[in-house]
């Protein structure tokens, strides 16, 4: 993975205003969401990398009742405003998430895509997420079934008895779709880097719900997976500043060696936040802020980032991660 550039900027097109000021500050990436036109020609322009978000597994369910997925008791999940996760049994949902891929894929050329929301349904943006075990529609627990070889018919026989292969299967499941992806970028796109966004929990954390509910396992996912991207949300989940600096500094006891971890951090929790991550002892290979267009807004904001990302690289320099 020593092919893997750090790439350092904000998250959202509204930074495209600002965009002239990029490299003053250390930012050479812009990402943002889906293949946006306007976007890759301001990056082409001023050389930066133009790096997308690709939503996969997200839908408006008021519209597309029949994308939610089944919960332990029979029926539809719970949900919220916000919600990610879809049932995985919709075949054509998911052709037609291929097709919109492969048609821009012949328009555009990205440095990187990043896959959002490939996970199992849930919310995990939040103090108190609402945990729910899901996708036990018919469908769904036939290619259980029939992947595992077992005779389990509903979710209190497949969560009795059969928890940790129902876990694995999920989870394989998952990290099927990532290489599936991942193959159609590289198809097209040899040289392009295929990021996660990423569950921000440890794997002990919320009873291992990174595996147990959203069906993120890293090791299955590295084969597909260049760079990993967790969600440092502080304020919105109820953490503190340091949270991005202990996840870094934890992350080589479950993340493989030799894929990075690039964290995205939130605008909402600036500047504490940068400044722990920046002070981190494993540090994060290269960084992304959330809503980032307000950091080169003005000067002072600007000039923290570029010293955070001095601090990250001359960490980079000297620590044993890829370079």
């Given amino acids: 993975m020593n092919t893997i550039p750090a790439l350092f900027g904000p998250y959202g097109s509204a930074a495209v ?7 003053r500050y250390g930012a050479n990436a812009l990402w943002f969401h889906g293949f946006d036109p306007t976007a890759f020609e301001a990056c082409q322009k001023h050389q930066l990398s133009a790096c997308v978000e690709l939503k996969t597994f997200r839908a408006d369910f008021a519209s597309h009742p029949e994308l939610i997925p089944i919960g332990a008791d029979g029926h539809p999940i719970r949900y919220g405003e916000l919600v990610q996760g879809v049932c995985l049994s919709q075949t054509a949902f998911l052709e037609e998430i291929e097709a919109d891929l492969i048609d821009a894929l012949r328009q555009y050329a990205p440095a990187g895509i990043w896959l ?4 199992y349904a849930g919310w995990f943006e939040v103090p108190e997420p609402d945990l729910q075990e899901s996708c036990f529609c018919p469908a769904c627990i036939a290619d259980f079934c029939e992947s595992t070889g077992l005779d389990a018919t509903s979710p209190d026989e497949i969560l009795g008895t059969a928890a ?7 989870c394989q499941r998952i990290a099927g779709f990532a290489r599936r992806y991942a193959d159609l970028i590289h198809a097209h796109l040899p040289e392009c880097i295929v990021g996660a ?21 890293y090791t299955l996912l590295a084969p597909a997976i260049d760079v990993f991207t967790p969600l ?20 080589p006891a479950f993340i493989p060696h030799d894929r990075p971890v690039q964290l995205i951090l939130d605008a909402l929790d600036f500047p504490a936040s940068l400044h722990e991550t ?13 809503s980032g267009a ?24 000297g620590s044993s991660r890829p370079s």
């Fill in 278 to 290: 920046a002070a981190s002892t494993h540090p994060s290979w290269g960084l992304q802020i959330f």
């Fill in 17 to 23: 205003e600002f965009i002239d000021q990029f490299e």
């Fill in 116 to 119: 959002d929301y490939l996970t």
């Fill in 164 to 170: 940790a292969q129902w876990e694995q299967h999920k």
């Fill in 197 to 217: 966004y990423m569950c921000p929990w440890q794997p002990h954390e919320f009873d291992r719900a990174s595996t147990r509910i959203f069906a993120q396992d």
């Fill in 232 to 251: 440092i949300y502080c304020a919105k989940s109820g953490r503190g500043p340091a949270w991005g600096r202990e996840f870094l500094e934890a992350s």
């Fill in 294 to 317: 307000q950091v080169f807004r003005d000067p002072q904001p600007a000039l923290e980032f570029a010293a955070a990302v001095e601090q990250i690289r001359e960490a980079q320099t």
